[in-house]
């Protein structure tokens, strides 16, 4: 009996402490993952690419824990490094890429790309003599690169007739600050990344607007990613005092616990300021736009942003390999935490929750004692929402139906001496809507869509009444869908407007027209020609 006892307990030890030990488990899942890698190479019934499936698979798991936790080849490595440097060599164009040709959507200014007349809406059906579709997708958009002085052969298929070229690549350099601007006293500057060249970029841009009699400053961070930790916080350093908290982080280990401060005297630290921001606008961004809200320093104007509170690490692994791992959340210093997405709490089919579920709603208070709330993203000061909600709108958008029209409307129209010469009208709406007839293009709503998918599922039952119903309600969702263009003409011109100043003068013609036209600019230029605004809603006395 007491060698049973013994027995068990040491059963019972060992089991409780490979319970206890996490090593164990990897050991066990990793030998029974070789175990079945070594069946399938022996016995599966085709050829099998180990490599191709093993680093889906590390991807996959990753990704499982949150989605920005990732597994980086070397190809991905070099890209990822190509963004934070700010240069890389290539053509100078933004594409979007399907399986059988890359489509140019941007072309920039004093690029090879520009030099050589490339425009957006070229469609791109081969590079070197082999077509996009028998290159793929990623090796095709990677022959776009290359280095500085070296050339690449691109075929072309321009408003229906193809055309060649031969395009030496050069440095392109992947600019932080897009645009500096002046208007009265009012400087704009458009800021889309925190790369390593943000906080130089940004602080001449501040200095020359100053100096060119700006008395009040807009920050455009709409759309802005995120990036480097130390950009933001010098970015934030400009506008408040030395020794001030930026931002905390806080992780399962106390190494990744820090709180990052000020070091120098500020640009500016009285200057009005705004900062636009949408729900694209994540992580250093929502540092940038939630940091100065917590301070009072500036007034936040536009949508909910992203809701990215979460720091990661990259490490390099063995083979050129890298893995970027989330190791902390940040908060920012009143005490929020940004994050919106909670990949700790999952619902029971295993998707990711909202934090505010799950943590208690408390109030914050700013320094001057306003009260913000912990709802995942900064929630603007004056809220004005950007986002599409109309689903067929989305749907011509996806479909790539209006970027196609615009693409028919430089080619079939006159191209304006300057963007006051611009006219968007009404007409332009009937224009879109007479294209899409023309051309058997047919946007559909969610609706529409699920009662199309419906209708399959129905078509099997073979219920002819029931069919002729589903019938009906197509025909009234197609009747409708082009008065649901016009009940939207307000945004659809702006879309096209949007499209069109950027193809005619580059991102200089889009920042006129937004300084010009763009609701969330022309109301940040009203609060700050406003002081008594201003100042009630920063709670200044």
């Known amino acids: 009996m007491k060698k049973f006892l013994l027995i068990f307990t040491a059963l019972l030890f060992t089991t409780t402490i490979q319970a206890q030990n996490p090593y164990f488990e990897i050991s066990?899942?990793?030998e029974i993952y070789n175990e079945v890698l070594k069946k399938l190479s022996t016995n599966y019934i085709d050829e099998i690419n180990f490599g191709d499936i093993m680093q889906k698979n590390t991807k996959k798991m990753l990704n499982s824990l949150d989605r920005f936790t990732t597994f980086y080849d070397e190809q991905g490595i070099l890209d990822q490094r190509?963004?934070?440097?700010?240069?890389?060599?290539g053509l100078g164009i933004a594409v979007k890429t399907t399986d059988s040709l890359i489509v140019i959507t941007r072309v920039f200014k004093n690029t090879p790309a520009q030099k050589q007349g490339l425009l957006a809406g070229d469609k791109i059906i081969a590079i070197e003599g082999k077509s996009v579709k028998e290159l793929g997708k990623k090796t095709a958009?990677?022959?776009l690169r290359g280095a500085k002085g070296s050339k690449v052969q691109l075929k072309?298929?321009?408003?229906?007739?193809?055309?060649?070229?031969?395009?030496?690549?050069d440095d392109i350099a992947l600019d932080a600050v897009t645009a500096a601007e002046i208007i009265d006293d009012i400087g704009y500057i458009r800021f889309v990344?925190?790369?390593k060249k943000a906080s130089s970029q940004v602080k001449k841009a501040l200095l020359d607007l100053k100096s060119k009699g700006a008395k009040k400053i807009i920050i455009d961070a709409r759309g802005n990613p995120g990036g480097f930790l130390n950009e933001v916080i010098k970015i934030v350093n400009f506008f408040i005092p030395k020794g001030k908290v930026v931002v905390t982080t806080k992780g399962r280990f106390e190494k990744f616990n820090k709180t990052y401060k000020t070091k120098n005297e500020p640009v500016d630290e009285n200057i009005p300021l705004v900062i636009l921001v949408n729900s694209h606008s994540a992580s250093a961004a929502e540092i940038l736009s939630g940091s100065l809200q917590d301070y009072d320093r500036a007034v936040i104007v536009g949508d909910t942003t992203y809701g990215k509170g979460l720091v990661q690490r990259t490490y390099k692994l063995k083979y050129g390999t890298y893995m970027k791992q989330t190791i902390s959340k940040y908060f920012i210093p009143s005490g929020r935490l940004i994050q919106k997405i909670d990949y700790w709490h999952r619902d029971k089919n295993g998707k990711p929750t909202l934090l505010k579920d799950h943590d208690q709603e408390k109030d914050y208070k700013t320094a001057n004692g306003r009260i913000v709330h912990n709802l995942g993203g900064v929630v603007p000061d004056v809220v004005i929402s950007d986002k599409i909600q109309n689903s067929l709108i989305k749907n011509m958008i996806n479909k790539n139906y209006l970027f196609d029209f615009v693409t028919h409307y430089y080619y079939t129209h006159t191209k304006p001496e300057n963007i006051d010469q611009m006219k968007i009208d009404d007409a332009i709406v009937e224009k879109l809507i007479s294209y899409l007839k023309k051309n058997n293009l047919q946007p559909k709503s969610t609706a529409q869509i699920i009662l199309e998918n419906s209708k399959k599922k129905a078509e099997k039952e073979g219920n002819k009444e029931v069919l002729s119903a589903y019938d009906d309600l197509l025909k009234i969702y197609q009747q409708q869908n082009f008065e649901i263009i016009r009940q939207n003409k307000e945004l659809i011109k702006k879309l096209i407007a949007e499209d069109l100043a950027q193809r005619y003068f580059y991102i200089d013609g889009l920042t006129q027209y937004k300084l010009k036209y763009d609701q969330m600019v022309l109301k940040a230029m009203d609060i700050l020609n406003h002081p008594k605004e201003y100042n009630k809603i920063l709670n200044k006395k």
């Open 141 to 143: 958009n990677q022959m």
């Open 193 to 195: 990344k925190f790369n």
């Open 156 to 169: 072309i298929i321009r408003n229906g007739k193809e055309i060649s070229k031969e395009i030496e690549r």
């Open 28 to 30: 066990k899942q990793i």
């Open 82 to 89: 190509m963004r934070q440097e700010g240069h890389f060599g």
